[in-house]
């Protein structure tokens, strides 16, 4: 087998070397002396618990924050300022989780932000054919109007076009592109997608870091992994014969695999809280009883979101709680610390003599982000100042600390770390079996396993519906595509 361009770059040189990085935000330590390295061509992998430092140390690398301590060489040469304007003139592109693009501009727009050599007489024309070309090749068959303002796309399209601009060049060349959760709020193929395209750009020389919690993805494209704890790298390792568990042992977590246990018969004997019909013949009604954990599966963006939507506004007879997947739309208060944020949706219940009572709101809010294992100094912490995957966790105890009985999800373990994911799943088994109804819309196929009962939705409509021991990829995909009975 002939070696890849990015083997042979490997070999060559380093573009990125940094040394003893040290990064603090007054008294919490993020970066406690970091040494971080990659070749030409490479595809690194950067993996970790919430919190660890990930994004800190890009931010650093990127130029978006300054280091405190710490030596930092960038192409063979040492560099003392480092910002965002010397990154990006050194073919260095970050995507960040929360996204970075002008929400009032289009996509043709925001490729001219980034791109100061577009000027002059026909910008907007040159700024449009790159910005489609980069979208054309990363993800084909997209359908994303790149005149339509941003805030009037998806999240998914959203992040599509902050993906592609990353990737276009016109005089400055890219060298380097970090990549956040890239695919949190991406859909099954667009996801492979970028994963297949991530091979072929580092084929031409671009190297990529990879941050990402999903950990098949880790596998399947990364040449190295890095791991993180606690604000320091904690294990280095080509990712060739590494394992799934090899990934979790090395973050320090032990997979425990969750036997799904058949339907308790309880369900059977208790009516259907939730009853809600289709909007014609061919969508089917959501049923759901006191214990039901339903799922929403098909491809993203096939009216699953908008029957959660139309569920919560249905449901009169029972109190109803919604957790969000566009945190930075809909969930997330920023200006509001972690206690104001977790207790939100509870304020009603915490009223005493008409006043909300301040303890009992401190006592929920310690009492759930401990359960939830919120990663801060204090439930006083702004909750901007989290990391991303910390920010999504407080929406969740949000939502379970309320007496809402119905849980609507929409996609809500965006950015959470596996250890802490496999103890929310518990939580949400558990809090079922106390009599509360999820209904759960995920991207992710290995969280279908926890759900009793799926619906499958196709162009807007739930066409099929799956029980328990049945739920497997093979049946999900075939009625997603409108095989068999889908
Ligand atoms: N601007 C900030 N102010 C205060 N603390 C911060 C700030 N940015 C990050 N931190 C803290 O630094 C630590 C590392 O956060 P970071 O965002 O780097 O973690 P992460 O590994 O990327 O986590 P996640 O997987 O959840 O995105 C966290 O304790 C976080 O709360």
Redesign the pocket.
């Known amino acids: 087998m002939q070696p890849s361009q990015a083997a042979v770059d490997i070999a060559a040189g380093l573009l990125i070397e940094a040394r003893g990085i040290r990064k603090s935000?007054?008294a919490?330590h993020?970066l406690v002396g970091v040494d971080f390295s990659l070749a030409l061509g490479e595809v690194l992998g950067l993996v970790?618990?919430?919190?660890?430092?990930?994004?800190?140390?890009m931010?650093v690398i990127s130029g978006a924050i300054q280091r405190t301590e710490g030596k930092f060489i960038y192409s063979g040469q040492a560099v003392d300022r480092w910002g965002a304007a010397e990154a990006q003139a050194g073919g260095l592109r970050c995507i960040f989780?929360e996204l970075s693009l002008c929400a009032n501009l289009s996509a043709t727009e925001n490729a001219r932000i980034i791109h100061r050599s577009l000027r002059g007489v026909g910008w907007r024309h040159k700024a449009r054919r790159l910005i489609t070309k980069a979208l054309d090749d990363i993800f084909p068959g997209h359908g994303i109007d790149v005149d339509a303002k941003i805030a009037d796309l998806s999240i998914g399209e959203r992040q599509m076009v902050e993906i592609a601009r990353a990737f276009t060049k016109t005089v400055d060349k890219v060298r380097c592109v970090i990549l956040?959760?890239p695919t949190s709020a991406l859909g099954h193929k667009p996801a492979e997608q970028l994963l297949a395209y991530i091979k072929t750009a580092s084929m031409r020389g671009v190297a990529c870091i990879l941050?990402t919690?999903r950990l098949n993805e880790i596998l399947a494209v990364c040449d190295r992994v890095v791991v993180?704890m606690d604000?320091a790298i904690v294990g280095d390792r080509p990712a060739a014969g590494l394992t799934r568990s090899d990934l979790v042992g090395m973050m320090g977590n032990i997979e425990t695999p969750h036997e799904r246990n058949a339907v308790p018969t309880r369900k059977a004997t208790q009516a259907p809280i939730v009853n809600h019909a289709g909007i014609d013949g061919a969508d089917l009604p959501i049923n759901a009883a006191p214990g039901d954990i339903i799922g929403f599966a098909g491809l993203d963006g096939h009216g699953q979101r908008e029957r959660l939507r139309a569920i919560y506004a249905a449901t009169r007879k029972v109190p109803v709680a919604f957790v969000a997947g566009d945190r930075g739309v809909e969930g997330v208060m920023p200006l509001w610390s972690i206690a104001d944020n977790l207790t939100l949706r509870s304020l009603n219940a915490l009223r005493k003599g008409g006043f909300v009572s301040p303890s009992a709101a401190r006592a929920l809010a310690q009492t759930w982000s401990q359960r939830l294992k919120v990663?801060?100094p204090s439930i006083d912490?702004p909750i901007?100042?989290?990391?991303?995957?910390?920010q999504q966790k407080v929406l969740f105890a949000r939502a379970l600390a309320s007496d809402g009985q119905v849980i609507l999800l929409d996609d809500p373990m965006r950015?959470?770390?596996v250890g802490t994911k496999q103890e929310v799943y518990q939580l949400i088994r558990d809090e079922a079996e106390r009599g509360r109804i999820f209904i759960w819309y995920t991207t992710e196929f290995e969280e279908l396993k926890n759900c009793d009962r799926l619906y499958v939705f196709r162009e807007g409509r739930a066409v099929a519906e799956v029980a328990g021991n049945e739920i497997d990829h093979n049946r999900i995909l075939e009625a997603s595509f409108g095989g068999a009975d889908g």
Not at 48 to 57: D, E, Q, R
């Open positions: 935000f007054g919490v993020a970790g618990h919430n919190g660890a430092g990930k994004s800190t140390l931010n989780q956040d959760e941050i919690h993180m604000g990663k801060a912490t901007l100042s989290l990391s991303g995957g910390n950015g959470v770390d």
